[in-house]
T-cell receptor, first 116, second 111 residues
Framework: DARVTQTPRDKVTEMGQEVTMRCQPILGHNTVFWYRQTMMQGLELLAYFRNRAPLDDSGMPKDRFSAEMPDATLATLKIQPSEPRDSAVYFC??????????????FGQGTRLTVV | GQQVMQIPQYQHVQEGEDFTTYCNSSTTLSNIQWYKQRPGGHPVFLIQ?????EVKKQKRLTFQFGEAKKNSSLHITATQTTDVGTYFC???????????FGAGTRLTVKP
């Protein structure tokens, strides 16, 4: 049963520390999204990739966030330095895009980040 | 930028009552998707609407896409306690690859 895998599931870190979240998309999916979910802001799109190329990361605070896809089986989201306001659940989702049309996105279980 | 507005934010119903959530986009969409997220879970895909005026049904759920492809609705007939969760719409614009989510409607059902 194919699924998107995210690690870690939970992360508690101190302010100022670097945090790296990892995502293994479903094999064969060519689009990967990173979302952040908070009670106040809902599901915010942070960045997304098509065929491993970053298409848009305008949703991310550029000075501290970075997203990469070093290969087709791994997407990473890094925060350095982390701040308490970064506390949220971070979701990775993957899907197929055909002729410009996104088909259903499969979400991972999420990484719950708490910055103290 | 694109905004997808969703109302209501919360809806509390008695089991057996109907439920509707609405999404409205400031720009024309190429397609809209609907997701359900259970408490503590992750969003799970329900359906995708692509054509103007499209209506799709899944058992007690009815999904509509407006003629102008700027609005959509999800209607649940005779809610059950298993329908509890937050329902999100997500829109994709033409010539754009992102999927932006509405704020979601949180549904609670009283048995």
């Amino acid at each position: 049963d194919a699924r998107v895998t995210q690690t870690p599931r939970d992360k508690v870190t101190e302010m100022g520390q670097e945090v790296t979240m990892r995502c293994q998309p479903i094999l064969g999916h060519n689009t990967v999204f990173w979302y952040r979910q908070t009670m106040m802001q809902g599901l915010e799109l942070l960045a997304y990739f098509r065929n491993r190329a970053p298409l848009d990361d305008s949703g991310m605070p550029k000075d501290r966030f970075s997203a990469e896809m070093p290969d087709a089986t791994l997407a990473t989201l890094k925060i350095q330095p982390s701040e308490p306001r970064d506390s949220a659940v971070y979701f990775c989702a993957s899907g197929k895009t055909r002729e410009g049309l996104n088909t259903e996105a499969f979400f991972g279980q999420g990484t719950r980040l708490t910055v103290v | 930028g694109q905004q997808v507005m969703q109302i209501p934010q919360y809806q509390h119903v008695q089991e057996g009552e109907d439920f509707t959530t609405y999404c409205n986009s400031s720009t024309t969409l190429s397609n809209i998707q609907w997701y359900k997220q259970r408490p503590g879970g992750h969003p799970v895909f329900l359906i995708q609407l692509v054509k103007s005026g499209e209506v799709k049904k899944q058992k007690r759920l009815t999904f509509q896409f407006g003629e102008a492809k700027k609005n959509s609705s999800l209607h649940i007939t005779a809610t059950q306690t298993t329908d509890v969760g937050t329902y999100f719409c997500a829109g994709q614009r033409y010539n754009n690859n992102d999927m932006r989510f509405g704020a979601g409607t949180r549904l609670t059902v009283k048995p």
